[in-house]
């Protein structure tokens, strides 16, 4: 929001080296994460912008034979609905699912208000939050009667196939 002359050369340089799709860098831009900084009130206007200007990139380079695309990214937040934040409360947890699905329908709807082409659930670690944000994704698409593509990007930590909380990939 205060630099985007700068994101949007990103967009475009990678753009112009070949890409079809650019995201939004939205990784931490939902209310939970942002609470964090006291900038909650800012999640819905940093994805709209933030899918805005990638879109404004490609609109500027695609073409009929190439068109291009904005994918809006949701990412981790940072707590874990699966995990305990405090070793000797193993069954405290400081986000609830609920409370997900509200963060994660406002970056929805923002990052769709913005121009986004795909929602991208990313860098996942841990499943439940996982079905919060995808669970989300599909009431914002009842919600406004559209859909978009869906993709989901997760974090494998070594070769037994496990998150960082610890799930496999098939849960």
């Known amino acids: 929001m205060t630099q985007p002359l700068i ?5 475009e340089q990678n753009l112009a080296a070949g890409a079809d799709f650019v995201e939004t860098n939205t990784f931490n831009a939902t209310s939970i994460a942002r609470a964090d900084y006291a ?19 490609c609109d500027r ?3 009929t034979e190439k068109p291009r695309w904005v994918i809006g990214v949701l990412g981790p937040t940072n707590r874990t609905a699966s995990i305990s934040p405090d070793i000797n409360r193993p069954e405290y947890r400081n986000v609830t699912f609920d409370e997900l699905v509200v963060a994660y329908e406002e ?8 121009g986004a ?3 991208m659930l990313e860098t996942i670690f841990d499943t439940l939050n996982a079905k919060a944000a995808a669970f989300a994704v599909e009431n914002v698409f009842e919600q406004r009667g ?5 993709m989901v ?3 494998i930590t070594d070769a037994s196939g496990r998150t960082l909380s610890g799930q496999t990939t098939e849960a």
């Open 39 to 57: 900038t909650e009130h800012l999640t819905y206007e940093i994805n709209k912008q933030s899918a805005a200007l990638a879109k404004k990139a």
């Open 107 to 114: 970056s929805t709807h923002a990052l769709l208000d913005g």
């Open 7 to 11: 994101i949007q050369q990103f967009h």
């Open 61 to 63: 380079y695609a073409t």
């Open 153 to 155: 990007s997760g974090t």
């Open 117 to 119: 082409d795909i929602i």
């Open 146 to 150: 559209e859909r978009s593509p869906v």
